[in-house]
């Protein structure tokens, strides 16, 4: 199962970084935000990896009074 969702995670991923790169070649976004954006990207993606692609999504949970 964590081979499946290494997979999805990762096609996503390069997808991801194809379209920032689409965005920075238009000029939508410059270069070097590009490049910013990507490594962010990069590094959400190896936590996620370390993680064993499961997020942790109550992070910021809130208690309701």
């Known amino acids: 199962q ?3 969702l290494e997979s ?3 096609e ?5 970084i194809e379209m920032i ?3 920075a070649e238009f000029g ?4 070097d935000k590009a490049k910013k954006i990507i490594k962010h990207m990069k590094k959400h993606h190896e936590k ?3 993680n064993g692609f499961v997020p942790h999504w109550d992070k ?6």
């Open 2 to 4: 964590q081979k499946v």
């Open 8 to 10: 999805i995670s990762s």
């Open 12 to 16: 996503i991923l390069e997808k991801r």
């Open 21 to 23: 790169n689409k965005y």
């Open 28 to 31: 939508v976004i410059k270069k």
């Open 48 to 50: 996620l990896k370390e």
């Open 60 to 65: 910021h949970k809130k208690k309701h009074r």
